[in-house]
């Protein structure tokens, strides 16, 4: 009798201490936060506001990406570089024209989607928010969302002023509501547009004149403003967005300091970089190693190289003297994204915006509209701070050209030769120039694209149409 | 009571007796089994003592006792004898009657351990026996290849210490890890990646559960098989046994069955491919040096051969030792252990292994017994890239080419040297030296997992007892990643105010589960046989991640974090799962004849939506052995057993902890926080179900000479978890959700035969093939799924894991282009392929999942002299080979290495079975052109093994004594281009815990590796 007491006390004792309840099967993760709880405060939406941002420097956006980014891409499919053999050759088929629904930029259509989701996410919950700095957050929000759908639509759709059907034909989706299971249809690039400028029109009237670095300010809004105009064909739009851009431009003698950091002269909006934030070795996109064991992806294309003359600061700014000593080879390396001063690790801010853009928007929009003597003198604001000294003077078609050889020049490696030739309505052509720093070596292997190409519009991913049933493939693909 | 009276009145009586007439003597004799062969092992034990023996090798035995006490004889697997000793008394030969069908058929399903013959659903048990012929891998998963109708088995890959990918009758998920079997170790779950912690030289028995009737007793993780493994102990009442077993060997890579092409191949090759207008060609040296001139002869004369550079011979080595006995009350089994597998790529060590392990089992009181089984082991593993990129060796072996040196060189052909004296390594046309970044990138890990299993039972009455069990896995996990400060990727991208980068991260993983149950048994002796078991259990998983990573390191030798000058990430994470379970379970047979079980059980998951986190899942089987009906008298025939079991099982792997939440992350962005979406919460999401029926017959025949097993299976699995891809637009990823329903059949069968059976002389043969079908009956909104792979699409009514691609229609012979087929069936260039939805890709039909698999052996014994060979074969699945692509571009990639077969292009009108025209390599794209049959029969093992007869022993102080040489992966058959084994495609792309489709592509993940070795096994 008793050694069953003792069993019983026993197993009593034992389930007593051990047994847990059902309450155990409430679990609230440690590392993560319930939504609804994350968008209160005034500092929730700051983090938020932060949070929408912080996806422009995915791989695919304003990262590095071997597949091609926003960052390469526009460069890489022009005349602007040269493949260089040394390298690992990354991003060659978009260099050669090779791109298929089976190999095309995924990565920058889905981390600009994230962007939008990011900025709808925080539209959707800052509607119950009536605190301190909403109006700049949501002008941000709303930018944010509009330059990622201007990219987009750049990347996969016509510009309008590329060709007469360009606004007819389709966009890419307009999308401004943060849900998960949208399957959006693409909407006509008119569409798109129309969308970009209402954003950008809210956002240019409800942002800050200044904000933290790394964030959209007034300046920013408009000069994206002035180029949505500008790829629209509203001149005199773009000339008035442009005007109201008050930060001025980088003199000359800030030109080299601006791409390792040690300025920001002319900046409207750039991405801080440092190691304990974001630490983004961005510049392997162009090359690795330093200046005499460089392995470059892609150079200054040669042509590229020679149409600046030594009177031009950004002949020092912008191309590296470089050499692969082990291999014997010299090259016209990329310095925009190089490195900080001693440096070569590729980490440098993300610069997006620049005062210069405003001044050469409005420059050409100035011609277009015929107003070329105002044209000239916006267009020289520009090469008084970079040329020791030039000609200058042109009218007509030389006054055209002048102004975009200037946006060549100004903006080569900076995401702008692919949508210029394209809304333009020019080829790609390539000369035929090797990768090496005097011309030799080997050439790029596909040279040309004419301007009717179908090329001009990127395909959409295989994975991509898949997922989305109401997505159509861009003709020719 | 009455019984308990006349129990104690014998005792009394027999004490009296013992008073009387005390005289101890020795006897001896042989132990033989039911065919005249000596049973080693057998227990010999006087009846109520502490004293006993073993039989040894040739059966016989010697032990002392007294004229009236009893001889108990027992093996596993034979019915216990009793021989009582009389003054007469002096040899006792036995012959020992198995008790079961077969010899090693105990069967452990978790919670209850039973014989083979009472069993009513298909479990496959190997035992110590078969697992010690086997040992040569690191990992047990791997020795579970070929060994069990229905199992199927993929080597992950060929890296040392690395496991296989275990699916039991079919993908029962769409995805990866919740694909996998449950491993249970001694009542602890442990997870496969962690598998090679524990010593194939500690195990006594692994039992696979693959039908519902016994996977529902684990109701909610058993969907897809249950893989119970059961660590030895001693035996009660015998001297500590000493088991001595080493063995050491080499290594290498398994042979290639194509050749690259050698410096001079490659360099003409080049010169063709610049003729035909590959203008990239033009900066090679097959045509910058003229065929003859000397910097051509400087090339050839200083050409290598990647492979004999990059990799090396290595070695395998293992020792082992275990003592194992016990008392009448107690009984133990203790080892330690050392492995190491040094791996093949030459400047980097590959795993090895420390771990150590005592059972302990003992009678606290009469009424109360405690049993605690606790392992450690400590293992070490260099890690070398495995991605599809310059850092990853077995990439390098294929691309670099072969006129590319090792080192940089001088004109004399010597090696430059660096400001160190050290020579400088090449980066070739890669840009990257892996020679010099193996040494100057060392990555490294390091676990240690505990496994400690605690069982305390209380006996309330012969019929009810009570046990409380712990059962703890404790993985603590360290990685270390150095990018050295002068190294090679330093050199590259490194930051010369802070050079060297050092990652240190970790995980702290317990997974701690608490069971109280309460057994009722009845053996009543009209013939009912009935076990009932209650079980209330509570298991919780958390995992602590850290991650530290700083720069700016002083020197090379310089490791730990501390000597950094500024920390760039620091980061902890923390999880959590939990789970409670309630269950039933009954078995119940009549005089073994008439079989029948059932179950029920309940869970609750953490990681379910509110009021969803129950599920119930329950089974029933029944069983018949007509062979020992009476009606029945077939003496050819000793069991017929006719079984069938049906049930459900329930899964919960596949969605993340927190997926019905709605979450945000934190990251950093320059100002402060930045609030990051991190997932789109499902509160409806809810068990994965599956439901099993099996219909199973087993014939034993011939004195149990030939023994076969047949068994059907349908396995039907609804509300499937995965997480469902969104489309890109929406910018979110993915969402968890139940999804549509799968459904596997298969049909297994397994048959093993003694051809012959004499004392001196064994030949056993067996084999098994488990045929597989799969199907996708239902899909959300009937949409396709694109998961996580290469090219691999889910489709309503279609087979599971089909290659989706563009097909190939061979070469036009009259261009030289490559042709696909279009949408319409017809064949165009690439450019002028219809358009299509589709992108004129289609379901191949084929798939990564075998349509059959399976093993067989062959095994030999005269004399001692022991022959084992052991078979695996898979048929029927299809690999997507991309290693092959990466060497066979037709032009697209001239920079890198080719192998010989690429000169086999088109040239003229007319050509047949060549590879496209380098002229139309834009027009080179992803198709099924390198999607191959992935069919092989491969002997993974065949031993050659002697063991020393007892004679030779006798005035040796050794009981037994076995030497052997063994080899692996010695023969393959195969026409598959590479090695056919392929689990991994690229693991840094998709590691093991994210593979989907094992098997579904090649891409210089670690290749398998053959072995040679010899050991010997000794105890005394």
Known sequence: MKKIVYKILFTVLIIGGFTSCDKELEQIPYDQFASENAFVTASDFENGIRGAYSALTRAGYYGSSDAGSMLSLPDVISDNVTLAQRGRRTKRYLHEFEYFPTATVRGFYGDAYTVIYRANNLLFYIEDFEGENRANIEAEARALRAMAHFDLVSVYGKIPTQSGDANGSLGVAYVTEPDPLVEPARVSVGEVYENIINDLTFAAANINANNDPGRLNKDAVNTLLSRAYLYMGQWQNAINAANNVSTAIAPRESVVGIWDDTNQDGLLFYIPNEATVLNLNIGVTWSQGNVTTLIPEYVASYELFQLYNDEDIRKEGYILPAANNASNMEFNAIRKLFGRPGQFNGQVDIKILRAEEAILNKAEAQYELGQTGQALTTLNQLRDNRYTSYTGGETGTALRDAIRLERRLEFAFEYKRFFDLKRWGLPIQRENFGDLADGTGTPSENLNLPASSFRFQLPFANGSLDLNPNLVQNPGY | ?1020
Not at chain 2, 40 to 49: A, D, M, R, S
Not at chain 2, 237 to 242: D, H
Not at chain 2, 923 to 939: H, Y
């Open chain 2, 1 to 1020: 009571m009455t019984t308990k009276f006349s129990g104690i009145l014998t005792l009394l009586l027999a004490f009296i007796v013992q008073i009387s007439f005390a005289q101890e003597k020795t006897i001896s004799g042989t132990v033989t089994d039911d065919i005249d062969l000596p049973l080693p092992g057998v227990n010999i034990i006087v009846k109520g003592t502490n004293s006993g023996t073993q039989s040894d090798f040739d059966g016989n035995y010697s032990i002392s006792a007294e004229v009236g006490q009893t001889l108990v004889f027992s093996y596993l697997g034979f019915t216990t004898q009793e021989v009582a000793i009389t003054p007469s008394t002096n040899t006792v030969n036995l012959q020992l009657q198995p008790d079961a069908a077969e010899l090693d058929a105990v069967v452990v399903t978790g919670y209850t351990r039973r014989n083979q013959t009472v069993q009513t659903s298909a479990v496959v048990a190997i035992s110590a026996e078969e697992i010690n012929q086997l040992t040569p891998t690191t990992s047990i998963d791997n020795l579970l290849q070929g060994k069990a109708a229905g199992v199927q088995v993929t080597a992950a890959n060929g890296k040392p210490g690395q496991g296989a990918f275990v699916r039991i009758r079919g993908m029962g998920s769409l995805v990866a890890g919740a694909s996998s079997p449950l491993y249970i170790v001694d009542g602890a779950p442990i997870r496969e990646q962690d598998l090679a912690s524990i010593a194939n030289e500690d195990i006594e028995n692994i039992t696979i559960l693959k039908d519902a009737a016994v996977t529902a007793q684990y109701g909610s993780r058993g969907a897809n098989g249950v893989v119970v493994i059961t660590t030895k102990s001693g035996n009660r009442n015998t001297e500590a046994k000493v088991r001595f077993s080493s063995r050491y060997g080499v290594i290498s890579k398994t042979k290639d069955n194509f050749s690259m092409m050698d410096a001079e191949q490659k360099m003409q090759y080049e010169a063709e491919l610049f003729a035909l207008g590959v203008v990239a060609a033009g900066s090679r040296p097959g045509v910058t040096t003229a065929p003859g001139s000397p910097e051509r002869q400087f090339l050839l004369d200083n050409a290598n051969d990647w492979q004999d550079v990059l990799l090396k011979d290595g070695i395998v080595q293992s020792n082992n030792v275990s003592f194992s006995g016990g008392a009448e009350k107690v009984d133990y089994f203790f080892s330690v252990g050392h492995d190491r597998n040094t791996g093949i790529i030459d400047n980097i060590n590959g795993f090895e292994r420390l771990n150590t392990r005592l059972n302990l089992n003992f009678d606290a009181k009469e009424w109360l017994s405690v049993s605690a089984n606790v392992g450690y082991s400590r293992s070490l593993s260099d890690e070398p890239r495995d991605r599809n990129n310059v850092q990853n060796p077995f990439r390098a072996m294929y691309i670099y080419n072969a006129y590319e040196p090792e080192f940089q060189l001088d004109e004399n052909g010597n090696p430059e040297l660096d400001a160190n004296g050290d020579p400088i390594y090449n980066p070739t046309h890669q840009g990257f030296s892996i020679r010099g970044a193996l040494l100057s990138e060392p990555e490294n890990t390091i676990t240690n997992v505990t496994l400690a299993s605690v069982n305390t039972t209380v006996k309330f009455t012969d019929n009810f007892t009570y046990t409380f069990g712990t059962a703890i896995n404790h993985v603590n996990y360290r990685r270390e990643s150095y990018s050295k400060p002068g190294g090679i990727l330093q050199n590259l991208i490194g930051d010369p105010d802070f050079p060297g980068l050092k990652t240190d991260n970790g995980a702290q993983r317990l997974d701690m589960t608490l069971s109280n149950r309460l057994n009722y048994s009845l053996n009543s002796e009209s013939g009912h046989n009935l076990n009932v078991l209650g079980l209330f259990e509570y298991n919780f998983n958390e995992n602590n991640f850290y991650r530290v990573t700083s720069r700016g390191f002083p020197s090379a030798l310089l490791t730990t974090q501390i000597n950094a000058a500024e920390v760039t990430i620091g980061s902890t994470n923390r999880n959590r799962l939990t789970l409670l379970s309630y269950g039933l379970f009954a078995d119940y047979n009549f005089r073994e004849k008439y079989l029948a079980s059932a179950s029920i059980r309940t869970d609750g998951s953490s990681n379910f939506g509110k009021g969803k986190e129950f599920g119930t899942f329950y089974s029933a089987s029944v069983g018949w052995n007509i062979a020992k009906e009476d009606f029945f008298a077939v003496d050819a025939v000793n069991d017929f057993k006719i079984r069938a079991s049906y049930g459900t099982v329930g899964n919960r792997n596949g969605i993340g902890r927190y997926a019905p939440q709605d979450l945000v992350a934190f990251g950093a962005y320059p100002g402060g926080s930045a609030t990051i979406p991190a997932n789109v919460g499902n509160p409806e999401l809810q068990w994965e179900t599956t439901e099993t029926s099996n219909i199973g017959v087993e014939l034993n025949m011939f004195n149990n000479r030939l023994r076969t097993v047949v068994d059907y299976f349908k396995r039907n699995t609804t509300d499937l978890l995965f997480t469902i891809p969104t489309a890109d637009e929406s910018g979110v990823g993915g969402i968890g959700g139940n999804l549509g329903e799968i459904e596997n059949t298969g049909f297994e069968v397994s048959l093993q035969g003694d051809i012959i059976r004499k004392p001196s002389f064994t030949w056993t043969m067996g084999g098994n093939a488990g045929f597989m079908d799969n199907k996708i009956i239902e899909l959300p909104d009937g949409e396709d799924i694109i998961p996580n792979a290469f090219n691999i699409l889910y489709r309503e009514g279609e087979a599971l894991n089909q290659h989706y691609l563009l097909q190939y229609a061979g070469v036009d012979p009259n261009t030289g282009a490559p042709l696909y087929f279009g949408e319409d069936g017809g064949t165009y260039r690439f450019d002028d392929l219809p358009e299509s939805e589709s992108d004129n890709r289609v379901l191949t039909g084929k798939s990564s999942i075998p349509e059959v698999e399976g093993g067989f052996f062959t095994n030999f014994s005269y004399k001692g002299i022991g022959l084992r060979a052991d078979f695996i074969f898979k048929a029927g699945n299809y690999i997507n080979n991309f290693n092959r692509a990466a060497i066979e571009t037709d032009g697209v990639s001239p920079n890198g290495n080719h192998h010989v077969g690429a000169f086999n292009y088109w040239q003229q009108p007319g050509d047949t079975n060549v590879l496209p025209s380098p002229i139309y390599r834009t027009e080179v794209q992803a198709s099924d052109r390198f999607l191959e049959k992935g069919d092989f029969i491969r002997m993974r093992n065949i031993v050659l093994s002697y063991n020393f007869p007892s004679a030779l022993l006798e005035r040796s102080p050794l009981n037994s004594l076995r030497v052997y040489v063994q080899g692996q992966n010695l023969l393959t058959f195969t026409e598959f281009f590479g090695d056919p084994e392929v689990g991994i495609s690229s693991g840094e792309t998709i590691d093991f815990v994210n593979t989907v489709a094992p098997g579904e592509a090649t891409l210089f993940s670690y290749p398998q590796t053959k072995s040679f070795q010899v050991g010997i096994d000794v105890s005394f």
